[in-house]
């Protein structure tokens, strides 16, 4: 659980611009503070007679449904933040009178506001939560279940980059946050316990473990050779998603990157934490909700490559027939094209590229491009955690993917070409698909970003929150 902190300096302001703005803010309240509190009130009489709305300040927001089970659908949706913010899904429970901290905060879920200052979340109603009575307390955590009023808060918060020691998810200096109160209206057990161990969204071992070491040198522009990101540049949604075998009552904490997901099955120390296998569920239309535990649908028409929205490339859906196709032999020069319709046609044009079927894996029997195995075999900067106080370094130059398809995962179709819409504008790819991830190769970008990491976190999320 969090304990509210307030930092003095942030990234992106100088302590000299913080001065300014503190000057300004207390200007400012001296000027409206008498009209700020009479829209406050105003506010809070309109909240009180439109029911599950919330207003602070500015940022507010409202559920779908005010009231349910544990183990229901919870729905917000929030205006008035800041565009583009990272806003954090909080449950906030009093301690006991004169306990420290003076309230138990646990991280329900991340989401992010639109160009609008607008934001969405989906997730579920938690069902008990684990705590102890005081901070520093070596006394075994005491489990309660949530039943009545449970109070949640949306808060913007920041993903802080150069404060020792690297990225984490912090509060920002100002705040923007609005709170409401949720009915649980059964004391039944069901939905995700919340506690801030290992395996739970209060715990920052996801960023520390996975993405700090290659995405943070990227990111603070201290990658020796310039190159894509590997997870993305900050994370942009989380919740807790049912899982049979997740160790929080079913469920397991996840957290969202545009390029995969990160995923926390299991409650160890250090936590095990896993890539997921975006790709597979969505070329097969197959959600896995555990080990053995699938929901069928139809495969995912979101595109594979390229712009989201209109775009003339294949999509996953494309894929499927693809599966278990593979005609080529070890050095087979990749010229096979494939467009939106499914249609595989061989283009001898695109020998002049060179890539070539490598590495044959037995596993998915599936070859693997040349470019792309030069990729995935690459060396670069890696952020290491070392001395007192730790603080990171980036003098590390080793291998990017150990073992090699970690991020990946093997294979699961043949390489093929297509025509892409990137930023609005027809492009030429190489795309082959993988467990884990989508690979391409533009042989027209700059050296560094000619082989990038699909937005794979994001496309999945987008077909599986129907966004």
Avoid: C
């Avoid at 902190?5 to 309240?29: D, F, H, N, V, Y």
């Avoid at 160009?115 to 939560?129: A, D, F, I, N, R």
């Avoid at 506690?195 to 473990?209: H, P, W, Y």
């Avoid at 990729?375 to 955690?385: E, F, V």
């Amino acid at each position: 659980m969090f304990i509210r902190t307030t930092l003095s300096s942030t990234p992106a302001s100088t302590s000299s611009e913080l001065s300014a703005k503190k000057a300004l803010i207390s200007a400012r309240q001296g000027r409206w503070g008498l009209l700020l509190g009479l829209i406050l009130v105003a506010q809070l009489l309109l909240g009180l007679a439109s029911g599950p709305t919330v207003r602070a300040a500015s940022a507010s927001f409202k559920f779908d449904k005010d009231a349910g089970e544990t183990g229901s659908p919870l729905v917000l949706r929030g205006s008035g933040y800041d565009p583009n913010s990272l806003i954090s899904i909080e449950v906030v429970q009093p301690n006991k009178p004169g306990a420290y901290p003076s309230e138990r905060v646990y991280r329900l879920g991340l989401t992010t506001s639109d160009s609008k200052g607008e934001w969405l979340w989906q997730g579920v109603v938690p069902g008990s939560y684990a705590f102890t009575d005081d901070g520093t307390s070596t006394a075994p955590p005491q489990t309660a279940q949530f039943n009545g009023p449970l109070p949640l808060e949306a808060t913007k918060i920041d993903f802080v980059t150069e404060t020792l020691p690297g990225a984490r998810l912090i509060y920002s200096e100002v705040e923007q946050k609005a709170r409401g109160s949720f009915n649980v209206t059964a004391n039944n057990s069901k939905g995700p316990r919340l506690f801030n161990t290992a395996g739970s969204l209060d715990d920052n071992s996801f960023i520390e473990q996975l993405w700090n070491p290659l995405d943070l040198p990227v990111v603070t522009g201290r990658a020796a050779v310039k190159r894509g990101f590997i997870w993305g540049p900050r994370p942009f949604y989380a919740a807790y998603e049912p899982y049979t075998e997740g160790s929080q009552n079913g469920y397991r904490p996840v957290i969202y990157f545009d390029k995969s997901r990160m995923e926390n099955t299991t409650a160890k120390e250090p936590p095990l934490l896993t890539n997921g296998l975006l790709v597979v569920e969505m070329v097969s239309g197959r959600t896995q909700l555990g080990n053995g535990n699938f929901t069928e649908g139809q495969p995912s028409p979101v595109y594979a490559a390229g712009d989201l929205g209109v775009n003339v490339g294949p999509r996953f859906s494309t894929f499927k027939p693809l599966l278990t196709v593979n005609t080529n032999k070890d050095g087979t020069l990749v010229n096979a094209t494939l467009d939106i319709k499914g249609a595989v046609q061989p283009n001898p044009e695109y020998d002049t590229y060179g890539v070539k079927t490598v590495n044959y894996i037995k596993e998915t029997n599936h070859f693997v491009a040349s470019i792309f195995l030069d990729y995935l075999n690459q060396k670069g900067t890696i952020a290491t955690l070392s001395g007192r106080p730790p603080t990171y370094s980036y003098g590390k130059n080793d291998s990017l993917f150990t073992p090699t398809f970690f991020a990946t995962g093997y294979p699961v179709t043949e390489p093929y070409w297509a025509t892409v819409t990137v930023g609005g504008q027809p492009r030429l790819v190489l795309i082959q698909l993988f467990e884990r991830r989508v690979l391409t190769y533009t042989p027209t970008n700059p050296d560094g970003f000619k082989v990038e990491m699909g937005n794979v976190g994001l496309q999945y999320w987008a077909w599986r929150y129907n966004r």
